[in-house]
């Protein structure tokens, strides 16, 4: 495994396990195997209702909680300073871990103006000690212009959308300017398509590795944190087999020439749903 320092010195797995759309039925036992096959961070959200069996995953793990990194978010209903700290008392009973590795904003949700007041209960959080580094999610270069002029503690991380389909070059430069690391969701693009670009599956050919595989490669080299989610123990696995090999230039700009701004999610500035 890789690591990537953050601006405050902090470590994270360069590659860590998504659990977005994880049922509670499956998520001790999935995550299980993520930490059996060597994943040492976990992505999750109080949005996602999977935080408890998170954290009875890692208590069952025998892993020692400094080897492990956990991320959880705080949802678009709690923003504020008041129901932000709320937020994080739930989200740190549900994991039941003392001190949380990394807490994002998780929407910008701009219609509501609440996300520099909801980003200084984080820094409040931090200053606390009760959590090691804090970030945001799905923030466009406006709302981190915005945020930069109104903090105190940068974020370490924003964790965007990005995958070969929408490889997000202005925000990844003025995130890189600003000494903010990138982290991507849906890096595989939720699998489809993207699978079976050509270019995909020869470089897949040439590596004699998974389409997947070779698009988490590229992130890793792009210096980007990923964070792909499968509950299919084989996929777990391939995804993070992915540090024995090397994609050279010419192998990264044909990737590089696959953007076509494709989002499959929403932007940011559409995603202000508050329930
Ligand atoms: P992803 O790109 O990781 O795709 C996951 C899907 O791709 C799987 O459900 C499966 O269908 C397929 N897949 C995975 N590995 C595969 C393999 N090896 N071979 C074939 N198919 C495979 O998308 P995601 O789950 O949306 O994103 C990853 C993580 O990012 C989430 O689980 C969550 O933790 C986080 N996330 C964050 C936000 C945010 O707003 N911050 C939004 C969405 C997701």
Redesign the pocket.
């Known amino acids: 495994m890789q690591y990537k320092t953050f601006n405050n010195g902090v470590t994270i797995p360069q590659l860590g ?6 049922t509670e039925d499956d998520i001790v036992s999935v995550t299980s195997i993520a930490l059996e096959s060597g994943y040492r961070s976990i ?3 109080q949005y ?1 209702n999977n935080e408890r069996g998170v954290g009875a995953a890692f208590k069952n793990s025998g892993i020692s909680r400094d080897e492990l990194f956990i ?1 959880t ?1 705080v949802w678009n209903s709690h923003q504020g300073y008041d129901k932000t700290m709320q937020a994080f008392e739930t989200s740190m009973k549900e994991l039941d871990i003392e001190q949380l590795d990394m807490y ?1 904003v ?2 910008p949700a701009p219609e509501h103006d609440l996300y520099i007041e909801t980003y200084q209960a984080l820094e409040q959080l931090y200053k606390d000690g009760r959590v090691r580094a804090i970030g945001v ?2 923030f466009e270069i406006n709302h981190l212009e915005r945020l930069l002029d109104h903090c105190d503690i940068p974020p370490v991380v924003n ?3 990005c ?1 070969p389909y929408l490889q997000q070059r202005n925000l990844k430069d003025f995130c890189k300017n600003n000494d903010i690391l990138i982290e ?9 398509t993207l ?1 079976e670009e050509p270019i995909i599956t020869q470089l897949a050919a040439k590596y004699d590795k ?4 070779i698009i988490l490669r590229w992130h890793i080299q792009e210096d980007t944190i ?7 123990p ?3 696995k ?2 993070i087999n992915v540090f024995d090999f090397s994609l050279t230039k010419e192998d990264m700009d044909a990737i590089y020439s696959l953007d076509r701004n494709e989002r ?2 929403r932007h940011p500035n559409d ?1 202000n749903i508050m329930e």
Not at 210 to 213: F, I
Not at 226 to 232: A, F, G, L, W
């Open positions: 396990y998504g659990v977005y759309k994880v992505d999750t959200a996602y991320t978010k994002l998780h929407w999610s799905n964790q965007i959308e995958h991507a969701w849906g890096p595989l693009r939720r699998g489809g699978f998974t389409p997947a595989q990923v964070i792909p989610k499968s509950v299919t084989s996929r777990i391939e995804n499959m999610g995603m």
